[in-house]
Nanobody, 115 residues
Framework: QVQLVESGGGTVQAGGSLRLSCAAS????????VGWYRQAPGKQREWVAT???????VYANSVKGRFTISRDNAKNTVSLQMNSLKPEDTAVYYC?????????WGQGTQVTVSS
């Protein structure tokens, strides 16, 4: 069983920055892909960024150049550095861990960007 716990959400003005972190329990972290998703009010959950177990990072076009995903396999953590935040980035952000066999989600952390 894997548990994911996000932290670092909050309220920031447009143009500001936040750093989200996700701590994972269990022993499967280094062999799994990790990523961030978000869900705005009234919208479907959407993918934000992925950091594969092979070291590849991929970003949604809407955040490319502003967000950076990183992972620390020694600490079982994945982070999302968010810069130049926009009001449309307001959402609950979720981290996800998966491989071909398992899939786990965190409980989410709220990010609110005021204009």
């Amino acid at each position: 069983q894997v548990q994911l716990v996000e932290s670092g959400g909050g309220t920031v003005q447009a143009g500001g920055s936040l750093r989200l972190s996700c701590a994972a329990s269990g022993s499967r972290f280094s062999v799994s892909n990790v990523g961030w998703y978000r869900q705005a009010p009234g919208k479907q959950r959407e993918w934000v960024a992925t950091f594969t177990n092979g070291g590849i990072t991929v970003y949604a076009n809407s955040v490319k150049g502003r967000f950076t995903i990183s992972r620390d396999n020694a600490k079982n953590t994945v982070s999302l550095q968010m810069n130049s935040l926009k009001p449309e980035d307001t959402a609950v952000y979720y981290c996800k861990l998966w491989n071909g066999v398992i899939e786990y989600w965190g409980q989410g952390t709220q990010v609110t960007v005021s204009s």
